[in-house]
């Protein structure tokens, strides 16, 4: 999504082994960004950021699902934009889930 059509969100995120907020956590291939739930009052919606629990997200689903994948493909991401955040109707995440659970 940046102004020659490239989005700095292709790529993968794989699981990380670990949670945040009840939710598993994800890391960007490159290592740059995290996807992760976020809970800030009433608001609770999946962000990437550049840490995690970070208050600066990049990113983000208004979406309650209790992992990536179950979030509905209709869902629209919201990714930051000069001044704001804008509707993002065509970004498509891809995670590995965190289908086999966090390692005690």
């Known amino acids: ?10 790529g993968v995120f794989f699981f990380i082994y670990t949670t ?8 960007h291939e ?6 992760y739930y976020q809970v800030t009052g009433t ?7 550049s ?13 309650r699902s209790a992992d990536v994948a179950a979030i509905p493909p209709s869902t629209v991401w919201r990714y930051f934009r000069g001044a704001g955040f804008v509707d993002e109707p065509d970004i498509e995440l891809r995670c590995y889930p965190a289908s086999s659970g966090v390692p005690s």
């Open 51 to 63: 840490s995690i629990g970070g208050q600066a997200a990049v990113l983000y689903a208004n979406d």
């Open 1 to 10: 999504m940046t102004d020659d059509g490239e989005s700095v969100f292709n």
């Open 30 to 35: 490159d290592g740059n960004l995290f996807l």
């Open 20 to 27: 945040f907020n009840g939710r598993p956590v994800f890391r």
């Open 43 to 49: 608001c609770q919606r999946w962000v990437v950021s």
